[in-house]
């Protein structure tokens, strides 16, 4: 059976977590520091509004939370997401949203990740939460065989607390690459790890250790550049700083992005068609959402917006970044976009919305978004029209 005791106040301290970090960053010096090039605009009637999922088991329990989008070649839509403790993902089919259970056992999922593939089949990594004893497993869910098979990643085994803050991309041969926090033990000390199948089996690889905080907004982000060469960023939290760390010269290297304050929170990678890498994070000295990205040769980072948290980032065919993320201000859920050498930015949705968010790009560039509805406890959807 499931382990019942997450209740609504772990996700608000998740939130709180991801997007404020503390609440002391509401009153940081300097908050709000914006690159005059930045245009904010709240859209006429352009985003039309689905509550996806509203099942939830008891009232201590929430529905949508670690949201995760993916869109076929067809433009069709899929989110993978924590639901009622459990993996679900969802589908439109007919016009209809349906939605399904993939992992229910006794424990508690969070973190997914999905990725679609060339061929249309989905594939989804995680972390699997057991109780007794409190271990967690890092895990990976594809339906390309036809029906949908888990795995453990490694030897399948548990390990001492890994699986944190999971991140999956897949390369040219469709096998799969992830990247996650291992907890050494309970004392906040672990280290990075990257671990792929492409050999038939999983093969784990430590990258660097790290401090970091269970449950917060140390998030990890992966992607592949179109030579299968991996790219990661993360938290640093001993520097309080953005790292970024690739194999693409043939061994890993590892660099720092930005470490102007205490910079780095709730990172997003992707990895445009020229093979540059762009990422989104929080700064939590100012309270801002933030880009980086090296495709001029060097790292540039520019402020965005004057919030950022649980940011989602995405490439469009003109290898121009769009983001969205949750504005802890306002609680809404906010799109930002890079339009003709400027940052614009949007309001998609309101009233206690936003956490948790990812976005997509389909095949005409509408931007498709998943995201936590905190006030109804229930996983919603919006898409640009």
């Known amino acids: ?72 070649s067809c433009d069709h839509v899929y989110v993978s997401y924590i639901g009622n403790g459990c ?34 089949k989905l594939h989804i990594g995680y972390s699997y939460f057991w109780y007794y004893p409190p271990f967690e497993i890092t895990r990976y869910v594809t339906n390309t065989s036809g029906s949908w098979v888990i795995s453990g990643v490694g030897s399948g085994e548990i390990e001492k607390y890994p699986g944190w803050y999971v991140s999956l991309a ?7 690459h992830l990247c ?54 993360y938290y640093y939290r001993d520097d309080t700083c953005l790292r970024y760390a690739t194999n693409s010269s043939g061994t890993w290297e590892i660099q720092t992005v930005d470490n102007a304050g205490n910079v780095g929170y709730c990172s997003h990678l992707a990895v445009d068609r020229s093979n540059k890498v762009h990422i989104s994070y929080y700064d939590a000295t100012n309270g801002t959402l933030k880009y980086a990205t090296n495709a001029s040769g060097s790292w540039v980072t520019t402020s965005v917006d004057y919030c950022g948290g649980d940011t989602s980032l995405v490439i469009d065919n003109q290898n121009q970044p769009h983001i969205s993320y949750y504005d802890y ?45 905190y006030s109804n406890t229930v996983l919603k959807y919006a898409v640009q029209q």
């Open 1 to 72: 059976m499931l382990n019942n005791n997450n209740n609504i106040n772990n996700y608000i301290w998740l939130a709180v977590c991801t997007a404020l970090i503390t609440i002391s960053l509401f009153l940081a010096p300097g908050c709000g520091q914006i690159s005059s090039s930045t245009t904010t605009t709240t859209l006429p009637p352009s985003f039309a509004v689905y509550t996806i999922d509203d099942d939830k088991a008891s009232a201590t329990q929430a529905t949508g939370t670690y949201t995760s989008l993916g869109i076929d």
């Open 87 to 120: 993996l679900k993902y969802a589908e439109i089919n007919n016009a209809t949203w349906e939605t399904r259970y993939l992992d229910s056992g006794f424990g508690n999922c969070q973190y997914t990740s999905l990725v679609v593939d060339k061929n249309d």
């Open 170 to 176: 897949l390369d040219s041969n469709l096998a799969a």
């Open 180 to 233: 996650f926090m291992e907890a050494d033990d309970i004392h906040f000390r672990g280290v990075v790890k990257y671990a792929t199948n492409a050999s038939g089996s999983w093969v784990i690889t430590p990258l660097e250790r790290v401090s970091f905080r269970m449950n917060s907004a140390d998030f990890t982000s992966i992607a592949l550049d179109s030579h299968n060469y991996v790219h990661i960023c």
């Open 329 to 373: 201000n306002s609680a809404s859920l906010k799109y930002a976009r890079y339009i003709a050498s400027s940052w614009e930015t949007y309001v998609v949705d309101t009233d206690g919305v936003g956490m948790f968010c990812s976005l997509g790009l389909d095949s005409h560039n509408k931007a498709h978004f998943s995201y936590f509805d």
